[in-house]
């Protein structure tokens, strides 16, 4: 390995040559983990952190235990604001900063990182978000154990690069702060986007929210109720079968994966039918002899594509060009909207909504959501708009929300690339700061 002026090959990779290789137990002044009993839970009291409260970063819905356990459990670990927490047993390294004032006692499961003087704390946290520091802590991990773990010893012998002073490990974990913070507001965005797109559904789909051009907000006494709930009273409420001119499911060719090509026809599986869009990163395709054999299951762009077995039972899509002319497995239902009746796009939504999702419920076998009949498919009941204009309208409205959504998303995930790059680049020093 090619090593470049000013740096030096180390155990943590190439790092400049004024950088130090320390451990975690050198940087932190005490490890340990929590207490080692299982405490009774209270109603209120102390709060009492694992390792879901660290993965979710969600340290509001916590259990709590007595004044009791917590002053037992003190004598030999005390989390203080500035300290670091960290998964050692089922999920491994990931950490939280505790930034707050806390009184709290923790489990086993985790581990407190009290940082020392000597580096900043938020460098270190920085660090331990990264993969080096993640793949240290599992190369670490007893591999024979489960659920995994990592013993405290090994903990303490993880490595970690330390720039020379404060000063540059600061403007690190600023810079990387900065972005987590863009991240966060991002992701607020989206949240926020999509609880809008939700109440909008229910409002459109419900008809308690007319459509410029479509009739005034109806008003009480023009509503009626159906098996679906109240809509207005120029809707109609029928069997999803009385609109579609086919209901229907393919098969899997004999053979296998075998009969899998790189590239011919489309062959959807459950996997490709997403919540309101195709995911066509794994799409296997067949070659034309074997889609000979399924003349009936070749999509059409528009048709509704619905699972109705497994554990994504439910999801809905719209086929496209992408899939059209190919096939569906066993899995994947076709409904085909009659075009003058009812558009695909409303269909597709309603499925999704809480009353179409509760349908599908409704006809599972205790709530266990095992499958779903063509029968069954056939007899769902759908608030009908009076024309297809409507219908398209209020399809093309939550579409357009849909696609303002993944536009945010998209924007998310270019910021957790610039985070992955930046940090990168900044723990390594191939960047310096200062």
């Known amino acids: 390995m090619s090593v470049p002026a000013g740096y030096k090959?180390?155990?943590v990779g190439v790092i400049p040559e004024d950088w130090e290789v320390k451990t975690l137990a050198g940087v932190c002044r005490q490890i340990v983990d929590g207490t080692h009993f299982t405490p009774t839970y209270t109603q209120d009291g102390v709060p009492f952190y694992s390792v879901?409260?660290?993965t979710a970063n969600d340290f509001k819905n916590v259990k709590y235990i007595s004044e009791r356990d917590h002053e037992f459990q003190n004598r030999r670990c005390n989390p203080e604001k500035g300290d670091i927490l960290m998964t050692r047993i089922g999920s491994l390294a990931d950490t939280r900063l505790i930034d707050w004032d806390v009184r709290a006692s923790i489990y086993v499961s985790l581990a407190l990182l009290k940082v020392g003087d000597e580096i900043d704390p938020?460098?270190?946290?920085?660090?331990?978000?990264s993969h080096p520091?993640?793949?240290s802590v599992?190369?670490?991990s007893l591999m024979s154990a489960v659920p995994k773990k990592i013993n405290m010893g090994a903990i303490g012998d993880v490595p970690v690069p330390v720039p020379p002073t404060e000063t540059e490990q600061?403007?690190?974990?600023e810079a990387l702060s900065d972005v987590d913070e863009a991240i966060a507001a991002q992701e607020a965005v989206i949240a926020k986007k999509r609880a809008l797109k939700t109440a909008t559904m229910q409002a459109l789909l419900s008809g308690t929210r007319r459509l410029p051009g479509?009739?005034?907000p109806t008003r009480s006494g023009r509503f009626k109720q159906t098996e679906v709930g109240a809509i207005p009273e120029d809707w109609d409420c029928t069997d999803l079968g009385r609109h579609a001119l086919k209901v229907g499911s393919g098969k899997t060719p004999t053979g296998g994966?075998?009969?899998y090509k790189s590239s011919g026809r489309a062959f959807v599986r459950s996997q490709n039918v997403g919540w309101g869009s195709l995911v066509l990163d794994d799409l296997i395709f067949i070659d034309e002899a074997t889609h000979a054999e399924f003349p009936a299951t070749e999509l059409e762009p528009g048709d509704v594509l619905l699972n109705i077995t497994g554990a994504s039972i439910g999801r809905s899509a719209l086929a496209d060009r992408r899939v059209a002319a190919g096939n569906v497995n066993q899995h994947v239902c076709i409904i085909r909207p009659k075009a003058n009746e009812l558009n695909p796009g409303f269909l597709c939504s309603f499925l999704l909504s809480a009353a179409g999702q509760s349908q599908i419920d409704s006809f599972q076998a205790g709530g266990n959501r095992e499958g779903l009949n063509f029968k069954q498919v056939r007899a769902f009941a759908v608030p009908i708009p009076p024309t297809v204009s409507e219908q398209t309208a209020i399809a093309e409205t939550l579409s357009d929300m849909d696609q303002e959504i993944a536009m945010t998303e998209t924007k998310l995930v270019k910021l957790r690339h610039l985070k992955s790059g930046m940090m990168q680049q900044l723990l390594t020093g191939k960047i310096r700061l200062i």
């Open 257 to 259: 994966n075998v009969r």
């Open 138 to 140: 599992e190369n670490r």
């Open 133 to 135: 520091f993640k793949q």
């Open 9 to 11: 090959a180390t155990e």
């Open 214 to 216: 479509f009739g005034a």
């Open 52 to 54: 879901e409260n660290v």
């Open 170 to 173: 600061a403007a690190i974990a």
């Open 122 to 129: 938020l460098y270190l946290y920085a660090y331990s978000r």
